[in-house]
Every structure is written in structure tokens, then in C-alpha cells.
């Protein structure tokens, strides 16, 4: 229990608790505000109240998991000011612009006009609804531009110039379009937007098997898979761009995502490790699973090596990532889901061709419908796999190759760190069932059919015989 006593420690391991839960709120938020956006633009167009009452029943699971992304994600940005104050000092003047620019220009737009989207359906025009809506999304996704930016600049650190101690920003367009940055983005984009989409299918699923709503949720559920056919196999490409970045720029955690303890040379083929016992302490794989040349079409496309691959043996121990088996299986995790993700896709496009998706063969079909019940969480523990990975495998480093994390950290006594990393336990964990708590009380009820749409509403309101406010003119009163 030594590391109870280790400042470092128990401040990474508050700041991966908070992260690692933070981020299961705005996963939902920033892809689910797009398929607001559709459904509340196919209402638009079509006047079809299903639509409508689409819109209104997912926002009540966005603005859950909005809520609680505010609530968790304050205390996580904080730290950065009390656990991690040198590294606040000498990356602020840009790291910290960022993150201001997240807060200012991304939250405060989509705070803004949440709750014209929430509370304005019967007080704006439509119109006026909808770019509402629109808006949010907009400011939900910049959210994750903005986050990815400041990330990818610690991975890939551009545009700065280091001056006594701390990083002064020479080229602001450099510094946020580092190497890492659109890759890193669209692969989080379309993460978001994935597991969102088979969230929404999953719980359409639901319905459908318990026959209830099932024309309502046939139709949400062809939605999603209309949209997971881009997707998927999009995201699947972004994240092989995303690997070669890794390769690219950084050799060692691609050797850690890889317990490769050997290079590889130029010119050679690799074979893919597929599954493996790595051993830090001897240096080795105890056990290994291999796929003859299958690193290469992974990095390449080709059998054959351009670049060296280079082993962990080629850095000291020092300067290796570590909880080597922690990242190899994230890394396989994420991989898996992904591919699972597109293979759930393409069997149920073929089941639409085959004209297998009307309201009445869906609930024949429980093999299926039970395939997407599955994938509902699935793409949670895909993006926090892949957050492993890329931040676990940066270690040793906070800023790679220049800031160590040893010398990031504040030097706060263990036992104040320790009390507050059981604090945020205490309130996550309540926080967590009070959203399976809520999360489950609107799918229980699920969607109100009998909702009026707003001009339905207004024409209730304008019946004659109700009342009506005076609208003569003044004069004409007296």
C-alpha cells in the first residue's frame, strides 16, 4: 500500500477517476445533439409527428447526461490548478487558452440554447427552434474540437518556444493544428457519434423486443442504421490514420500497444500479435498469438516494413510506457468493439435489403434486436479503452518527450490528495446511480405519443369560444 503514501501516484489516479468518468456524459451529448438535429429536421420537412415526438423523447437522455458532464467536468479541469500546478505554469499560455476557448466559445454556446431547445418548443418559431438545436450540437461538437486540441498539442507540442521555464506560443495556427490534431478529432467526432447511434439503436431494440412503441422505435432504430452505414466503416479508417500517426511520432507507445520488445527493421515483414502475456520485469511476451504480416497491412496496407518498428528494448526502462498488458488490451478492446460495431451494421443492412426491417419482422428477429441491446454500451468502453491508450501510453511524459509527469505534479501532501480522490469517488459513485436511476425512469415511461405538436397547441389556444386577449387598439378600448 506504498502508493497511498505517493503524492504522483494518487494524483494520476484522481485525474484518470475524473476523466474516466467525466467522459462517459458528454459521449451521449455531443452525438446524440446530431441526431436531434435530424429528427427534428425530418419533423421540419415532413410535418410528421413522430418526428417530433422522436426529438422530445431523446432530449430528455441528453439534458441527463449534459447535466452531469457540467458536474463532473469543473473538478476535472481544476486540477490542473491543484495537482498539476508546474505543469499549468509552463504550458498555460496556450494550454490554458484553449481550455478557455473550450469553456467561452464551445459549453457557453451550447448552454446557451439549450434551453430554447429544451423549454422553447411552443414559445419561438420553429424555424428559430431548430437552429436552436442546431446550435447546441454545433456547440456540444466544438467542445470536442477544443479538447482534442489542447490533448493532441501535449502529444504533439507545435508552435511554441520554450523560455525560462515556460512555453511561449510562436504560431497559434501551429499550435492548434498540431500533427496529431484532425486525426485525433475526427476520431473522437465520429466515436461520439457512433456510440450514440448504437446507444439510440439499442434501447430502440429494447422496445421493440418488449413489444412496446414498436412502430415508433422501428423508425428510430432505421435511423441509426441508415447512419451507421458512414459511420462505421469511417471511423474504422480514422482510426488506422490514427495508428499511423502513433507509428509516425510515437515510437514507444506503439511498441506498448504492441508489446514489441524487439525492432523490427525497414524491409522486413512483422507479424501482428493478436493476443499476449507481456512480462516488464523479464522483458518478453511469456505467451503470444500471431498473425504472420499482419503489423505491416495494419501500418502500411503492405506486408513489408518502410520504416523501422522499434522494440522497447530500444529506450531505457525509465523512459518506457508501463501497465504494458493495461495498454496492449485497451488497445484490442477498442479494435474489437470497432469491428463489431461494423460487422452488427452490414448483417442488419442486409436484413433491411432482404426486407427484414418493417415494424413486424424486427420482433421476429430477437438474434438481431439482442445484437444491438448488446452494442449499446459497448462503444463506452471502446472510447475510454482507446483514452487508455493514448494517455497511458504517453507515459512517461506529460508533454511528450518534454515534460516528464514526475515533474507536472504538485507537491501536495499524500494524505490531502488521498481524501479528495475519495471524495470524488463518493460523489461519482452517486452521481453514477443517480443517472441509471433517472436514465431508467424515462425509458421505463418511454416516449409520450399523445404529446401536441406546437402548432396543435396553438390551435387549441386560438379555439373559439376560449378566451382571447384584447387586441383592439387602444383608442378603440376607451
Known sequence: ????????????????????????????????????VIVEGLWLKTRNKDYYHHARFWAKLYVLNFGIGVASG???EFQFGTNWGPLSEAVGNFFGSVIGFEASWAFMLEAAFLGIMIFGWERVNPVIHYI????????????????LTANSWLQTPSGVELVNGEYVVQDYFQAIFNPFMWNSFLHMFFATLETSLFVIGGISAWYILKERNVQFFSRSL??????????????????????????????TKLAAMEAQWETIPAGETAPWSLLALPNEKAEQNDWEIQIPQGLGYILELKPTLSEPVKGLKEWPPENRPHLLGLIYYSFRIMVGIGFFFAGLMGISVIQWLRGKFSPENLQQQKWLMGGWILAAPLGYIAVESGWIVRCVGRQPWTVYNQIRTSDAASNLPSQEVLTTLLGFASVYT???????????????????????TPAEVAAIKTTPGEFQPDERPLEAKR
Do not use: C
Open 1 to 36: 500500500m506504498d502508493f497511498l503514501s505517493d503524492t504522483l501516484v494518487l494524483s494520476r489516479m484522481q485525474f484518470a477517476l475524473t476523466a474516466i468518468f467525466h467522459m462517459l456524459w458528454p459521449i451521449l451529448t455531443t452525438g446524440m445533439s446530431i441526431y436531434l
Open 74 to 76: 469543473i473538478p476535472m
Open 132 to 147: 436552436a438545436t442546431i446550435l447546441v450540437a454545433f456547440g456540444a461538437n466544438l467542445s470536442t474540437f477544443w479538447i
Open 222 to 251: 432505421k435511423i441509426v442504421l441508415a447512419a451507421a452505414i458512414a459511420v462505421a466503416p469511417l471511423q474504422i479508417y480514422i482510426g488506422h490514420l490514427s495508428g499511423e500517426q502513433v507509428y509516425h511520432y510515437q515510437p
Open 430 to 452: 452517486l452521481l453514477f446511480f443517480a443517472a441509471l436511476y433517472f436514465g431508467r425512469r424515462i425509458i421505463i415511461k418511454g416516449p409520450n405519443l399523445e404529446l401536441p
